[in-house]
């Protein structure tokens, strides 16, 4: 199935009732036969770009919500819940959730809230449960796939006005902050700022940055003022179109101004032009626009403007422990990134041992899917003074559709179509057998003991 078509009869089907219509009336108004509605309705027909805007016109609404309200957030993120070990000896293809979305869009939804609630059986010790508001915010930028438009639009927008001040971000950033706001940047000494990196003073009219912070990182913090002053009323409408608890919307809206930042410092159709220009190439990205890894890394995942598509890159970012900061799934639809465990096979954490380099791996999944992976270490801005200082670490991980991964400036001279690395989702969720690095059984498989063998991995389990 094409990942651009639109498939949201439930949407259709709710915004017909709401409006008291039956299917023939409707059918009428958008001058189409009434089973042509129902095939739409039943998720058997996409809905063409032309229908699409006759929707829009004849029912006054804004066609993201279709693409924006598939139940349960569409088949791939049904899939990444199915993929809990809860499931395991279920093994529901693709093919049975379309046909459970088409079927029965209420139930998939009714689903999807128990699960994210804490029905879907308790986490690990040290898991995000789904009342932890970080949880609850990456369902909603999953909703949104990442991609939020009037935002990058408006950042856009932003970053031609200031190419006019001169060809300087952070200079043209500065001088807007200070004419139009009121507000003089100062960089202060680590002394000064030990354990903070940002810090806005309105009694002194004042955005101080502790000097610590990387050229890439000041610009994005100026970025980062510049969208809670001018696109209050962008992250405003999404902050309620959310409705989210009070600590949730402000980590929401944090995110939103960080997104809105990245946009003004890597505005879309620059920034796409030269992605495809340079074959995604990170180094490149990151001299071209004076961003960090991190930052394009990041940028990559929110590619998702109508009509003008980057790759569906996913991102993860893991520190030492395999601890998981961030998660973006994008236009990806990963199971990869399912779960909190990683499995070892993945090069990610040798990331750690070649610092600035990337590592670049073919995985194949045990579903057959085949991802091209790019991983990097990156290091954060240190905190504290003296003995006190510390350091932080972390490993960003980057995914493509290995069927796509063709023309990227990481992937020549790789045979793609070659022997991939054969992971797993975590060593509780993988079944795969004879496995050397297996460090605990499946769940929901019968372990099985046997004195007189030993394979290559000490733990055996029934088969399907």
Request: hydrophobic share 45%; with cysteine; charged share 25%.
């Amino acid at each position: 199935m094409s990942r651009d078509k639109l498939l949201a009869g439930h949407a259709v089907r709710r915004l017909r009732r709401r409006h008291g219509l039956t299917q023939a009336a409707m059918a009428e108004m958008l001058e189409i036969s009434p089973s042509y509605l129902n095939l739409i309705e039943r998720n058997q027909r996409a809905i063409p770009a032309g229908l699409l805007v006759t929707l829009a016109d004849r029912f006054d609404f804004d066609p993201r919500v279709l693409a924006a309200g598939e139940p349960g957030g569409g088949a791939e993120a049904i899939r990444r819940r199915l993929a809990d070990p809860l499931f395991a000896d279920l093994e529901v293809d693709r093919s049975e959730v379309e046909e459970w979305l088409a079927a029965a869009p209420g139930g998939a939804e009714a689903f999807a809230r128990a699960f994210d609630r804490g029905a879907g059986g308790a986490p690990a010790v040290g898991e995000p449960t789904a009342s932890d508001p970080t949880v609850t915010v990456r369902r909603e930028i999953e909703r949104w796939r990442n991609h939020f438009p009037d935002l990058d639009a408006a950042a856009e927008a932003l970053a031609d006005e200031l190419r006019l001040v001169g060809a300087d971000l952070y200079g043209a950033l500065v001088e807007r902050l200070r004419v139009r706001h009121g507000l003089a940047i100062r960089i202060l000494p680590v002394e000064a700022l030990p354990d903070q990196l940002r810090r806005l003073d309105l009694h002194a009219r004042q955005l101080q940055l502790a000097e610590r912070l990387a050229p890439w990182s000041r610009t994005f913090a100026l970025s980062v003022q510049l969208a809670l002053l001018e696109a209050r009323s962008e992250i405003d409408a999404l902050v309620r179109g959310a409705a989210l608890d009070r600590v949730a919307e402000r980590l929401f809206r944090r995110h939103l101004a960080h997104y809105f930042a990245a946009a003004v410092m890597m505005p879309y159709a620059r920034f796409l032009r030269a992605c495809e220009a340079s074959g995604y190439d990170l180094d490149v990205l990151q001299r071209r626009f004076g961003a960090g890894v991190e930052q394009v890394a990041h940028r990559l995942t929110t590619l998702q403007r109508v009509g003008a598509r980057g790759l569906p890159f996913f991102m993860l970012r893991v520190d030492r422990a395999g601890q998981v900061s961030k998660r973006f799934v994008g236009a990806s639809q990963s199971t990869l990134l399912a779960g909190e465990a990683r499995c070892p096979l993945w090069r990610l954490h040798h990331a750690f041992d070649r610092p600035g380099a990337i590592v670049p791996q073919v995985l194949e999944l045990e579903d057959g899917a085949r991802w091209f992976t790019l991983s990097v270490a990156v290091t954060g801005a240190a905190l504290g003074v003296g003995a006190q200082r510390v350091d932080s670490a972390f490993a960003i991980g980057l995914g493509v559709p290995a069927e796509v991964a063709g023309g990227l400036a990481a992937a020549r001279g790789l045979d793609l179509s070659a022997a991939a690395t054969p992971i797993g989702a975590g060593c509780r969720a993988c079944h795969r057998p004879d496995c050397p690095q297996r460090s605990a059984p499946p769940t929901a498989r019968a372990l099985l003991v046997n004195d007189r063998e030993r394979g290559v991995s000490g733990w055996t389990f029934a088969g399907d």
